[in-house]
């Protein structure tokens, strides 16, 4: 393990090229030679439980340039005859399901009133008549939490400032979510497809269900659909906007995500857009598997066996949603004969809104429902995450979108800090410079213990995960602004833990570490700028292009700090305390009894 450096010595490394080609590339630029696809690191680390997991794999290293599937097809005779496993990414392994659904057909399946005036879709169709919806209010697809196609937060409280003239932003660490996908497998719209399907001839509709006479679950699962590709490509483009002169020409730098289909394409169409089509020239991607018992700081919730046994937020849901969807359920079972909607049915045709909408355009799901019933629907995936994901769950660990087994509502199983202390500590070594030999967690120490796979030579890094995933890695930060409890029975109104505000598809984090040539004042006044003072660097946090105030979670920060930005000095002392307060073994390992929903505030076990 790399030697620790005091704080006060912290100063990222400059970004320097990686072979002796590397300069012969700047981006952008198109290869001289044979087209170039991305080189991919595929890493295989199994961990062994017994409280801490012991790390035991090997390391594959291995392209995507598919070279199995170009020389079956012989489109490319300069291929080698022979082509190991370990060299192949078609077909993909640990890709998880793949299935495709029903190709949208959105110029011939949408309906609207041609007497209204007509708005574009762009590309969905998202302007939708909701009773009860008033000009000013929200749109329903802003308010479906980890459901919500990608919409820059509205804001965590503070106002944003550009740098003060002089100060200059000199490393940026991204956490991104990917984009639209189907469902996960043996989920609750899966479910209602089949009960609808087994109906048969007793089942008749009328009025605004009259659509489900004809209608057939066609949803593929677990991949991006077109929109899903679209955000994380757009956030690829932003983030080159924002950030593109902190990418050195002649480096070719590493970025990771995991294994799943999903999240390999996620990162792959981030490239496109960040360098452009030659984007291989410029970045290798390691893919690092995502099952369960393999360390991956990533999916931390597959080595924390507890998380299976958080279910506080999915009976907090359950109360909520008992709540919200009573008169829905009566509207619906007025309108249908041969069939009776239980509350599953309902949460499940409310929740085929979103997954049919990013799937195919248009679903005629969506206006089923009044606006205050999608207000409900929002605060109901709140109630999930937050006891399931966040400061309310023992262990803050996310694991499968599951069925809860009282009403078949959407749920999650999470752990909070204990699953996401993995990726904190990898940042606090980046920002510290130095590899993982050891770190109590589920980082994959084979990979975090190697520059190779690890590089700390780099000022921009590109990590790609899950929406429970970063929920708990907000946890683990010890963000308590997202703490506040949530009432099971009754909306509290704006509150800070909204999830379509924190995890929408295509989320994403980025930490930012600014350098001042001194102090930067707390309330902006004038230059910007203390009268006095040395050299100072701060870090930054923006989630989904606002501002998080880290003052508003530790003091030392500064809480009248108008532009939420914390000296990094301090933010390193205050986050060197974190691992400890996750408690990871005994919060994923350990034994504990389950608390109600509410008893646990702080993301650990009691």
């Known amino acids: 393990m790399a030697g620790k450096p005091s704080i006060r010595d912290y100063e990222p490394v400059g970004q320097i090229e990686d072979g002796p080609d590397a300069g012969s590339t700047p981006m952008r630029q198109p290869a001289s030679g044979p087209k170039r696809t991305p080189n991919l690191f595929v ?43 370990y060299f192949q990414t078609s077909p993909e392994l640990w890709a998880g399901p793949t299935p495709t659904g029903k190709q949208p057909f959105l110029a011939q399946t949408r309906t609207f009133n041609p007497t209204a005036t007509y708005v574009p879709n762009a590309p969905l169709q998202t302007s939708i008549p909701i009773e009860g919806m008033g000009s000013g209010n929200q749109s329903i697809f802003e308010m479906m939490g980890y459901l919500s196609p990608y919409t820059p937060s509205p804001g965590f409280g503070v106002n944003e400032y550009p740098l003060p003239a002089g100060a200059e932003i000199i490393q940026l660490q991204m956490l991104s979510r990917h984009g639209s996908r189907y469902p996960t497998g043996g989920s609750n719209v899966e479910d209602f497809g089949r009960k609808i399907a087994a109906a048969g001839g007793t089942f008749q509709a009328k009025g605004a269900l009259s659509f489900l006479n004809d209608w057939k679950y066609q949803l593929g699962a677990e991949i991006l659909v077109p929109k899903g590709r679209q955000e994380l490509y757009d956030s690829g483009v932003l983030h080159s906007y924002m950030y593109s002169q902190l990418y050195n020409p002649n480096s070719k730098i590493i970025a990771r995500t995991t294994t799943q289909d999903r999240m390999l394409k996620s990162a792959e169409n981030f490239m496109a857009g960040f360098f452009g089509l030659e984007w291989t020239n410029n970045v290798t991607i390691e893919v690092i598997i995502e099952e369960a018992n393999f360390n991956n700081s990533l999916a931390g919730y597959l080595n924390c066996p507890n998380g299976e046994k958080s279910t506080a937020g999915t009976k907090a849901a359950t109360v909520w949603a008992r709540k919200y969807l009573q008169k829905a359920t009566e509207r619906l079972n007025s309108m249908v004969d041969g069939f009776e909607f239980s509350l599953a049915d309902t949460s499940a045709a409310q929740t085929m809104c979103p997954y049919e909408t990013v799937a195919y355009g248009f679903s005629r799901f969506c206006d089923l429902f009044t606006y205050e019933e999608w207000v409900g629907f929002g605060y109901m995936v709140d109630l999930n995450f937050y006891g399931n994901d966040a400061f309310g769950s023992p262990v803050g660990v996310s694991a499968m979108h599951k069925r809860s087994a009282q009403t078949n509502v959407l749920t999650n199983n ?6 996401g202390i993995g990726w904190q500590q990898e940042m606090m070594a980046r920002l510290k410079n130095h590899t993982l030999g050891y770190s109590g967690s589920q980082i994959n120490i084979t990979l975090d213990n190697n520059t190779d796979t690890f590089p700390l030579n780099q000022s921009i890094y ?145």
């Open 462 to 606: 590109f990590d790609f995960s899950h929406d429970t995933n970063i929920v708990s890695i907000l946890a683990a930060f010890g963000l308590k602004q997202f703490a506040e409890p949530l009432p099971a029975d009754n909306h509290p109104g704006p509150h800070n833990f909204t999830v379509s505000h924190l995890t929408p598809f295509g989320a994403r984090l980025d930490i930012e570490v600014v350098r001042a040539p001194k102090p930067v004042a707390a309330d902006r006044a004038g230059s910007g700028y203390l009268p006095t003072g040395r050299e100072t660097k701060y870090i930054h946090f923006v989630l989904n292009q606002r501002t998080v105030p880290l003052g508003y979670s530790f003091p030392e920060c500064d809480a009248s700090r108008l532009d939420g930005w914390c000296e990094l000095d301090t933010f390193l002392k205050i986050q060197d305390k974190m691992p400890q307060l996750a408690q990871y073994e005994h919060s994923c390992f350990g034994e504990y009894p389950e608390l109600e929903y509410g008893q646990i505030t702080d993301g650990v076990p009691i």
């Open 43 to 85: 890493v295989a680390v199994g961990a062994i439980g017994l409280g801490l997991p012991l790390v035991a794999a090997g390391l594959f290293f291995w392209t995507s340039e598919r070279l199995a599937h170009q020389k079956a097809i012989g489109d490319c005779p300069c291929l080698p005859s022979d082509v190991p496993q």
């Open 414 to 419: 999470h752990v909070k800090r204990a699953v």
